[in-house]
């Protein structure tokens, strides 16, 4: 019988995701003297952030607990099966964050902090690492929870995510119409992708706005770089990112990258003419 190492590597991780948000949640404040040297990658969803966390997180120094959406959002996450009279994301990303920080009070602030404490705690690593695009929104707030917070920022051609991002949205609202046609958002893919293409822009201005506002690069805790720039030579931004983070490149195994392609192809070869321009009206500034 073969033995699937991947599977159970991701069951173990997975495990201790569980674990770190129970025993996070049993002892407040015994974990969160464990956190230490919290990094968040952000981006906008569909920009690659999931590539490069799942590269990142075999470092020996990183311990990646990505998403954690449940933590960072545990009376909103999952839009479609929550109540909360906000919009989706990708429809309006502030008024979807503002309902979030409404309700995000000190008890669910000293509650992430012990989570993510002990899940560093239990896997003995030196960096800690979130990957959430909604964090792309929150980066005062995680400035006022984490205030030693660095930022790894990568963006993607507008066209390419807007397309990925409407595809996968409108396959979850497929599988919830009635939830969607009840709260208004039951949009043709054509409608959605106008959408998406625009909370891009957003995204995009949010972070640049944010990194003047709170000097990130100044601090130097704030690098950005591309998706393309980093699909055409990965092992330039993976030692780049090494050297950021003060980590020894060796340690984090893979030598051989050139699995790592860009998909960018996608919206080319499925998009009509017309709405390609519609896109590029949208996200041209």
């Not at 590269?55 to 020996?60: G, M, S, V």
């Not at 979030?100 to 239990?122: A, E, H, K, P, S």
């Not at 660095?150 to 919830?176: L, P």
């Not at 340690?251 to 009509?272: H, V």
Request: aromatic share 16%.
């Amino acid at each position: 019988m073969r033995i699937n190492r991947k599977f159970i590597h991701e069951s173990y991780i997975y495990g201790k995701k569980k674990i770190a948000v129970f025993l996070g949640k049993m002892f407040p404040g015994k974990f969160e003297k464990n956190l230490q040297n919290p990094v968040f990658l952000i981006g906008c969803g569909r920009s690659g952030t999931t590539m490069l966390e799942r590269l990142l997180r075999n470092h020996q120094d990183i311990c990646s607990f990505s998403e954690a959406n449940n933590v960072w959002d545990p009376k909103g996450y999952r839009w479609y099966n929550k109540n909360l009279k906000r919009p989706p994301i990708w429809y309006n990303p502030m008024e979807y964050t503002k309902v979030w920080r409404d309700y995000f009070n000190m008890d669910y602030i000293r509650q992430i902090r012990n989570v993510f404490g002990c899940y560093q705690f239990l896997s003995r690593k030196k960096i800690f690492l979130n990957k959430s695009p909604m964090n792309t929104f929150r980066i005062p707030d995680i400035l006022a929870i984490f205030p030693d917070a660095r930022f790894i920022h990568i963006i993607r051609d507008g066209r390419a995510v807007a397309f990925s991002w409407a595809v996968k949205e409108y396959s979850t609202m497929q599988q919830h119409l009635n939830v969607y046609k009840k709260r208004g958002y039951n949009y043709s893919f054509n409608e959605l992708i106008k959408f998406t293409a625009k909370s891009w822009v957003r995204n995009i201005e949010e972070v640049r706005s944010q990194r003047e506002k709170t000097q990130l690069v100044h601090k130097n805790n704030f690098i950005e770089f591309s998706y393309e720039e980093f699909c055409i030579d990965p092992e330039k931004y993976v030692k780049l990112i090494c050297q950021f983070l003060s980590i020894d490149r060796d340690r984090l195994g893979k030598k051989d990258l050139s699995y790592i392609k860009s998909m960018n192809y996608k919206w080319k070869k499925n998009l009509d003419e017309d709405i390609i321009e519609e896109i590029n009206d949208i996200i041209n500034p």
